[in-house]
């Protein structure tokens, strides 16, 4: 079995090619990333390509399923780019249709995309715990989100006009030693938004459980949504306390202007719209995937945030 991997050198790709590499079914997985990455084994090569390239598709030649994990998540990882939209978008969205038309041009079995939980939006109006079916809703000025958004859309249409079996993965927060250094610092620092109770509440999910969920998706031979995330889920607060002995809450209106201050004259933190949501609710339903993958989390919420504490100490 051939693994084509985009993105084989973010966060998320260095706990999950040990894991490909260890199935004894597999016996070349295809890494393709603009950045080298530090993993090595002998089932693995890695090609140094932008997902934009239609060179792509000669990796996927008698590929059996394409694993796409590239995308701009932090826009800081740009640097001085990070507030091109333009660009960002056309990594985003038209490299990652790139790769799925280039997968269907190779008669590629199964794609397994990595999609998000924010794909439904933090709102009021959320239910107690959303699943798969529930209708995406944009949160504007987001771009992460609206790029996730507008992927899933073309997708809509991919799976009607080709036979591959299309799996979409909607992890909520992903949380590991490995992580996205701009979450680890969500976590290490004591502030917490100062908001009305009940407060929100909220999920995450440890790295490694995604990486498992990936795994077996491999062998799903239809189309399917699934949403992952640990459970029960907790505030923010809740979050920052678990983490510091002394916690600070700050009104939600000076944690918005001290943001956006920082986004426009400096390279700290990221875009001010990932903060529209924190006053809202966004919790999962994670029970079709443990049903169709036979998947089970090994750490709750609550053991995420101990467990990366424990990590960063």
Request: proline share 6%; glycine share 4%; aromatic share 8%.
């Amino acid at each position: 079995m051939k693994i084509v991997v985009t993105g084989s050198s973010s966060h998320l790709a260095s706990v999950l090619l040990p894991l490909l590499c260890e199935i004894n079914e597999i016996t070349l997985v295809e890494g393709i990333d603009v950045c080298k990455g530090d993993f090595q084994h002998r089932k693995f090569k890695e090609n140094i390509l932008d997902i934009r390239d239609p060179n792509i598709a000669t990796l996927m030649h008698r590929c059996d399923c394409v694993i796409h994990l590239a995308f701009i998540v932090l826009r800081s990882t740009l640097g001085r780019k990070r507030k091109n939209r333009e660009l960002i978008f056309d990594i985003n969205v038209n490299g990652s249709i790139n790769v799925f038309q280039s997968a269907a041009a190779q008669s590629v079995k199964t794609i397994i995309h990595l999609s998000s939980a924010v794909v439904y939006g933090a709102w009021p109006e959320n239910p107690d715990a959303i699943k798969e079916t529930q209708k995406r809703k944009v949160m504007s000025g987001f771009s992460y989100a609206e790029d996730k958004n507008k992927v899933e859309d073309w997708l809509d249409k991919f799976e009607q006009r080709n036979q591959i079996a299309v799996i979409r993965l909607r992890p909520h927060v992903i949380l590991g030693p490995k992580s996205q250094p701009f979450l680890l610092s969500l976590i290490k620092q004591p502030f917490y938004p100062r908001l009305p109770d009940p407060q929100p509440l909220l999920q995450c999910i440890w790295e490694s459980d995604v990486a498992d969920a990936i795994v077996k998706s491999i062998h799903l031979q239809s189309s399917s949504i699934l949403n992952l995330a640990a459970d029960p889920p907790i505030s923010f607060k809740q979050m920052i306390q678990l983490s510091h002995k002394i916690s600070i809450p700050v009104p939600m209106t000076l944690l918005k202007f001290i943001h956006q201050s920082l986004w426009k004259i400096s390279s700290i933190g990221e875009e001010p719209g990932w903060l529209n949501g924190m006053p809202y609710p966004l919790i999962i339903d994670a029970s079709k995937a443990k049903k169709e993958l036979d998947w089970t989390v090994k750490y709750s919420t609550e053991e995420c945030i101990k467990n990366l504490q424990n990590k960063l100490m």
